[in-house]
């Protein structure tokens, strides 16, 4: 079994060091805990995180927060990715994560069950940040906490640049001959409220006009509205030419509308989405998309959690994470 002592002496370092490194403690640089941590990570150190946790009086346990009306869960591949990379980096620190859960009888908050369990951070993903008090108020809460895809001034944020990864998805749609471009958005939250602005800001760019038949509110990761709602456009007396879907997972419904029609993609009219899950190209066409970065969201979600717990604060500041228009054969020129 690997010991401290077996750390330190491949690291040249004394025990006390390498004990305060794999334990947070302020004392030690950041660099030397990273190289401590990877060396002890590739002689095969486990820690013995019970003894740990009575001699420091940490829980060294982290929250997980997701509220989800579509029952998708981590099953999407944008969050299942973001929590990917935030597990990655919590448990490389020495941190377990537990999920947080609250049905209609429960008399306790998400918050008072993070404070029973005695979480040291939490990390908050949802559809719709608003639908429920409690999610606002274990952000709000002293405890660090992350939202992820959500704007706020109250605690920190990680979300997507969803205003110009729509803009630049308009204009592509524009350079390829479109001018009836629709968009099948998401329920209104902060997040879809930037991408209709990059919407309506693109057509305004290039002097189309809005029409306001094109732009539909439909449900985030919901196939079966999408699929209604395609119907509903492409049923137009003047149906648009190229139809952008709030996300890729929602492309099915899109597709299935279309085949239901008699209409061929992209010949009868084009698509594209919003994500870039990893089944995209596989979409026949290979659709073109908006990426988001969702390992660098579970991953900087994670370092805003661990620099507050370091230094005993709550952070409030908002990150963008750019995204990057992925052009593939959904969308035919004209």
């Known amino acids: ?24 403690s302020p004392d030690i640089s950041v660099e030397t805990k990273q190289y401590i941590k990877e060396t002890a990570s590739k002689l095969g150190y486990r820690p013995n995180f019970y003894a740990r946790t009575l001699k420091t009086n940490r829980s060294y346990n982290i929250g997980i927060l997701f509220d989800d009306d579509t029952n998708n869960g981590f099953g999407h591949a944008f969050f299942s990715n973001i929590m990917s990379s935030f597990r990655r980096v919590m448990e490389f620190n020495g941190y377990d994560l537990t999920f947080i859960a609250r049905n209609s009888q ?13 979480l040291e951070g939490v990390l908050v ?11 606002l108020e274990i952000l709000e809460s002293e405890i660090p906490a992350v939202a992820i ?38 329920q209104h939250t902060c997040v879809t409220e930037q991408r209709i602005k990059g919407y309506k800001d693109a057509l305004q760019k290039h002097n189309l006009p809005f029409r306001e038949e094109y732009l539909i509110e439909g449900e985030y990761y ?33 597709q ?14 084009s698509v594209a989405g919003f994500d ?18 969702a390992f660098l969201f579970g991953k900087t979600a994670a370092e805003i959690i661990l620099y507050d717990i370091e230094k005993r604060t709550k952070s409030t500041h908002n990150i963008e994470i750019p995204t990057e228009l992925i052009k593939r054969q959904s969308i035919r020129e004209i």
């Open 1 to 24: 079994m690997v010991t401290l002592k077996d750390i330190a002496l491949k690291c040249g370092v004394s025990v006390g060091a390498v004990s305060k490194a794999l334990n947070d």
């Open 106 to 118: 429960d008399k306790y908050t998400y918050v008072e069950h993070a404070r029973h369990r005695r």
């Open 125 to 135: 993903a949802c559809v719709d940040y608003n639908n429920d008090d409690g999610i």
């Open 149 to 186: 895809d959500y704007i706020s001034d109250k605690f920190a944020c990680v979300y997507s640049d969803n205003y110009n990864g729509l803009m630049k998805l308009v204009e592509h749609c524009i350079e390829m001959g479109h001018k009836k471009i629709a968009f099948i958005h998401g």
């Open 222 to 254: 919901s196939i079966d509205i999408t699929y209604q709602r395609m119907r509903r456009l492409m049923s137009l007396p003047n149906p648009p030419s190229c139809v952008i879907i709030s996300d890729d997972y929602c492309m099915f419904g899109a």
């Open 256 to 269: 299935k509308a279309a085949y239901d029609m008699g209409l061929s993609i992209p010949w009868h009219v």
């Open 276 to 293: 870039d899950i990893r089944i995209a190209p596989y979409f026949s066409p290979p659709l073109t998309t908006v990426r988001q970065d």
